[in-house]
T-cell receptor, first 113, second 116 residues
Framework: QKEVEQNSGPLSVPEGAIASLNCTYS??????FFWYRQYSGKSPELIMS????GDKEDGRFTAQLNKASQYVSLLIRDSQPSDSATYLC?????????????FGAGTRLAVHP | DTGVSQDPRHKITKRGQNVTFRCDPI?????LYWYRQTLGQGPEFLTY????????KSRLLSDRFSAERPKGSFSTLEIQRTEQGDSAMYLC??????????????FGEGSRLTVL
């Protein structure tokens, strides 16, 4: 059973601060990792993908990947109240010759003014 | 609207009844996924299709659940003899298979099932 572990939160940060969201996964085969954002009552939407060890930056978002440690993180700089949502970590599961996303339970982020 | 659409958005049923959900993916997408999400949890994989072929079905899925995608376009998810534990949001997502971009899923708004 593949596992994706995230701290459920809530992670509360003040507006303008850096929010750091972490994720560990059990499947050593996973090569691709995705972060989805889900607003309350809405469906998940993709915000970041990362495939190689190191950092990948996109605007205020930075994804970090360490495959040896089976660890992926998401940093949100200059956090805004509109960033308040649940962030889902999703490695791509390659078992069985097919691929699908396995989602963690998500970390709820609350950015307060 | 060219996004993923799901119908119905809400369904309330009594235990033991059958329910069917429909998903219309983005037209050029050849992969279609069904996930289930309960409160406080992430989406749980149920099954997926590439065109009309059902490639994988979760081992956690009981035989009361069946999904089809008859012409490689829309898909249906049927739950027979519903139980209260089936109450959840059923999410459909689609993607276009092209290398690593298979991790980019476009989700519909979901179909919320309440079993009384």
């Amino acid at each position: 059973q593949k596992e994706v572990e995230q701290n459920s939160g809530p992670l509360s940060v003040p507006e303008g601060a850096i929010a750091s969201l972490n994720c560990t996964y059990s499947d050593r085969v996973s090569q691709s990792f995705f972060w989805y954002r889900q607003y309350s009552g809405k469906s998940p939407e993709l915000i970041m993908s990362i495939y190689s060890n190191g950092d990948k930056e996109d605007g205020r978002f930075t994804a970090q990947l360490n495959k040896a440690s089976q660890y992926v993180s998401l940093l949100i700089r200059d956090s805004q109240p509109s960033d308040s949502a649940t962030y889902l970590c999703a490695p791509l599961d390659l078992s069985g010759g097919y691929n699908k996303l396995i989602f963690g339970a998500g970390t709820r982020l609350a950015v307060h003014p | 609207d060219t996004g993923v659409s799901q119908d119905p958005r809400h369904k309330i049923t009594k235990r033991g009844q059958n329910v069917t959900f429909r998903c219309d993916p983005i037209s050029e997408h050849n992969r279609l996924y069904w996930y289930r999400q309960t409160l406080g949890q992430g989406p749980e994989f149920l099954t997926y299709f590439q065109n009309e072929a059902q490639l994988e079905k979760s081992r956690l899925l009981s035989d009361r659940f069946s999904a089809e995608r008859p012409k490689g376009s829309f898909s249906t998810l049927e739950i027979q003899r519903t139980e209260q534990g089936d109450s959840a949001m059923y999410l459909c997502a689609s993607s276009f298979r092209q290398g690593v971009t298979t991790g980019e899923l476009f989700f519909g708004e979901g179909s919320r099932l309440t079993v009384l």
